[in-house]
């Protein structure tokens, strides 16, 4: 059996214990910015994977991610900061990491390997939704179980790994292979393969975002302003898209009860509140559209 590249010594590993602290980072660094110029051959899958989790969203069904140990943290960072950046409701927002969600601080590696841990996780999942697997090794049991459930229930599945010709990549729907190198230190995936992760499911989210129509012009136009700084940032999107000036904008933020979308709307000439949800929904909730349909029927 051919050892995994993840499990793998690295070419530079040798002797690390006996360099300068400069030196062991910058092997460290140089490693990561290796593995992330792994994802670069995915773009193409992973273009495929954000249709797939807009889809799943503008269906009402449920996005996803079903994970362990490093590649569980990923998921749980990709997939909690989707609510308050492009406004999707929590209830299709679902992360499933192999031990659970409690008591994040004590190790739980064990579970990975639990069949009926996944089952019972897996109880949640709908034909429909759109499920991200991912394992750093590809075969981790854990997500392997998930996604075997998924396809027995319609949902569509997106399969990330690290390494080629595993369990995840072959079963998936939507393949994505992020081939780093050896770790700096063997088997570790939080490192590397963690990078490419990231970096990949941070591109998957924001595209879906911006196919959602939640993203106009780089800004969060559809974003949850829950602080002081969210609703300064509020302000500034209306401007920025508008031109009307931040007294306007916090007017019409107060009449759109904090929703950036319905703001500008109102400020481009929609007479009532739901004058600008019906273009908004007329349009599917895309902002630069139904911009463009209020200005139409305004000439």
Same mark, same amino acid.
């Given at each position: 059996?051919?050892? +995994?590249?993840?499990?793998?010594?690295?070419?530079?590993?040798?002797?690390?214990?006996?360099?300068?602290?400069?030196?062991?980072?910058?092997?460290?660094?140089?490693? +990561?910015?290796?593995?992330?110029?792994?994802?670069?051959?995915?773009? %193409?899958?992973?273009?495929?994977?954000?249709?797939?989790?807009?889809?799943?969203?503008?269906?009402?069904?449920?996005?996803?991610?079903?994970?362990?140990?490093?590649?569980?943290? +990923?998921?749980?960072?990709?997939?909690?900061?989707?609510?308050?950046?492009?406004?999707?409701?929590?209830?299709?927002?679902?992360?499933?990491?192999?031990?659970?969600?409690?008591?994040?601080?004590?190790?739980?590696?064990?579970?990975?390997?639990?069949?009926?841990?996944?089952?019972?996780?897996?109880?949640?999942?709908?034909?429909?939704?759109?499920?991200?697997?991912?394992?750093?090794?590809?075969?981790?049991?854990?997500?392997?179980?998930?996604?075997?459930?998924?396809?027995?229930?319609?949902?569509?599945?997106?399969?990330?790994?690290?390494?080629?010709?595993?369990?995840?990549?072959?079963?998936?729907?939507?393949?994505?292979?992020?081939?780093?190198?050896?770790?700096?230190?063997?088997?570790?995936?939080?490192?590397?393969?963690?990078?490419?992760?990231?970096?990949?499911?941070?591109?998957?989210?924001?595209?879906?975002?911006?196919?959602?129509?939640?993203?106009?012009?780089?800004?969060?136009?559809?974003?949850?302003?829950?602080?002081?700084?969210?609703?300064?940032?509020? %302000?500034?999107?209306?401007?920025?898209?508008?031109?009307?000036?931040?007294?306007?904008?916090?007017?019409?933020?107060?009449?759109?009860?904090?929703?950036?979308?319905?703001?500008?709307?109102?400020?481009?000439?929609?007479?009532?509140?739901?004058?600008?949800?019906?273009?908004?929904?007329?349009?599917?909730?895309?902002?630069?559209?139904?911009?463009?349909?209020?200005?139409?029927?305004?000439?």
């Amino acid at each position: 059996m051919i050892m +995994q590249r993840t499990e793998q010594i690295h070419e530079k590993a040798n002797g690390l214990d006996k360099l300068e602290g400069t030196e062991i980072l910058a092997i460290l660094l140089d490693s +990561q910015v290796e593995a992330a110029k792994c994802v670069l051959p995915a773009i %193409e899958p992973i273009e495929r994977g954000a249709r797939a989790m807009a889809d799943a969203i503008i269906n009402g069904n449920k996005l996803i991610y079903a994970a362990a140990g490093s590649s569980g943290l +990923q998921a749980m960072a990709d997939g909690l900061e989707i609510t308050p950046t492009f406004g999707i409701p929590i209830s299709q927002i679902k992360i499933l990491r192999a031990g659970g969600l409690e008591d994040m601080s004590r190790p739980k590696g064990e579970m990975e390997d639990s069949e009926e841990a996944a089952i019972n996780d897996a109880k949640i999942i709908e034909a429909g939704d759109c499920v991200i697997c991912l394992a750093a090794s590809g075969n981790t049991n854990y997500p392997v179980t998930i996604m075997e459930i998924c396809k027995k229930l319609g949902a569509t599945t997106i399969g990330m790994a690290n390494n080629p010709d595993t369990k995840l990549l072959e079963n998936s729907d939507i393949p994505i292979l992020l081939p780093t190198p050896p770790e700096v230190i063997a088997g570790s995936t939080r490192l590397g393969a963690g990078t490419a992760q990231k970096i990949a499911l941070n591109m998957m989210s924001s595209c879906m975002g911006v196919y959602l129509g939640n993203v106009m012009d780089g800004m969060m136009v559809n974003l949850i302003a829950n602080n002081a700084k969210l609703f300064k940032r509020s %302000e500034e999107i209306v401007m920025n898209i508008s031109g009307c000036n931040r007294h306007q904008a916090a007017q019409s933020l107060k009449k759109s009860k904090g929703s950036v979308k319905l703001a500008i709307l109102l400020i481009e000439g929609a007479k009532t509140l739901n004058e600008a949800k019906h273009f908004l929904d007329k349009e599917m909730q895309n902002l630069r559209r139904a911009i463009s349909a209020l200005r139409a029927e305004e000439i």
